[in-house]
């Protein structure tokens, strides 16, 4: 690993969007002196931005200049007018949001939070749908939780000393609160049981930075050198990390590589397409996303290629700097195999996806959560037509993110257009219960399944085995699929 210097907070303004293009649109509302002036930018950036604006009949330029503006704006709360202005609300986009508060925002932004340390998956206790469990999918390390002993594989079933179920499961992810771990967790035909309590832990939430390069280890098996990387966030600030990694399995002789996806929410393009090239190199110059922006921003339909370089990054006196680049450490290789779960959305799908346009990957886990659009930061700042974290208005501290493209793989083959990316091999989520230990015990049964398909050879847990319930729609949620910008997928220095 690198040495690096990493404070607390930076500049998303230079983060995701650092351009010379401006672009007033002054002749939409500008006019309206009446409506609100939070709820004048919301309308305007969303009617600049917002990738589905043409199919959102009140955002249309001549609703702006219509007698029904002002009231319409008027009449509502800054965070009910943008969520009433969204497109299909919350189904086709259950993505775009915004936030009152644009300094906290900043620190969402730099993958620093507020944050207990435990990643957890939320699943249906049984087929009532309101009793749940929590499997602890990672502890960060020193973080509270791993303070207080928790680890990989153990399940939540109490809350602040009440079952835990779809009314109070929210506690999880608050400053404070304590957890109960099961003594014993089986799965019947009725669905998980637990009994007795392990331990209780007591936690409150600090901030944190995590690591997104979680683990690597490699196996050797049937004359197969294997690497297995868990890769837990596409966070540019760790590039020289993942580069790192690569460089090892390089000199490991890796012939085969275990990506494990599970538990990564997304992050930065640049970082996707980094890993795409340290995957392959086999590609160099080759579309590996396509973008698609709204019909008044047709300028950025571009694509991102591969590359044999990759940006480093620190963060400097509160602002994400570039420290220079590396050659990227490729494997070259010609097939992957991808672990995936609910939770494994936008730049992990993307990664898939663009890897699919040019060699094999061969997805183990569940169908992935289906996010294949992305956003940019808006803020109040009309005379950068809206991207500005300098040149925004201070008298509020508003600010949105909503969706502004669509994205594709280098051959631009359709996503999917109702759920997300179907597992070559499936592995049944109630199959973990019981059986998750510390990363790269082969009794995980995706690994486990990973490494068979590998070899030839049964490793470990019996992959093939299926537990005895299974549940429809079965997923609650994750720590980031349940959180404002835990799935985002976002531009680095974006420029015209």
Known sequence: MLNKIKTLFFLLGTLFFIFSCNRNDDNVGDNQAGAKQVNNFVWKGLNSWYYWQKDVSNLSDNFGKSSQYVNFVNAKEPDDLFYGLLYDYPNTDRFSWIVDDVDALQQQFSGITKDSGINLSLFYKDAGRVNVVGIINYIVPNSPAATAGLERGEVIYQVNGANLTVNNYDQLFSDSFTVSIAQTVTVDTSGIITTGEKKKASITSVVLQENPVAYYQKYEINGKKIGYLVYNGFQSVYNDELNAAFAQMKADGVTDLVLDLRYNGGGSVETAVALGQMVTGNFTGSPYVI???????????????????????????????????????????????????????????????????????????????????????????????????????????????????????????????????????????????????????????????????????????????????????????????????GTELYIENFKK
């Open 291 to 485: 973008y698609d922006f709204n019909d008044k921003h047709n300028e950025y339909d571009d694509s991102e290629v591969l590359k044999n370089n990759v940006n480093t990054y620190n963060f400097v006196n509160g602002q994400t700097q570039n420290s220079g680049s590396q050659s990227v450490n490729s494997l070259g290789l010609t097939k992957v195999y991808v672990l995936t779960s609910r939770g494994t959305a936008s730049a992990s799908e993307l990664t898939i996806k663009g890897l699919r346009a040019y060699i094999n990957v061969v997805t183990v886990g569940a169908e992935t959560y289906g996010k294949f659009v992305g956003s940019i930061t808006l803020y109040d700042a009309p005379s950068s037509d809206y991207t500005s974290y300098s040149g925004r208005n201070t008298s509020h501290k508003w600010a949105m993110q909503p969706i502004v493209f669509s994205y594709y793989n280098g051959k631009k083959e359709a996503n999917p257009t109702k759920g997300g990316i179907t597992p070559d091999y499936a592995i049944d989520s109630y199959s973990y219960f019981g059986t998750l230990k510390q990363f790269g015990n082969t009794s995980d049964p995706a690994l486990a399944k990973a490494l068979e398909l590998i070899t030839g050879t049964k490793v470990g847990r019996l992959s093939s085995a299926k537990s005895k319930f299974s549940l429809t729609n079965d997923f609650l949620g994750t720590n980031k699929t349940l959180k404002k910008f």
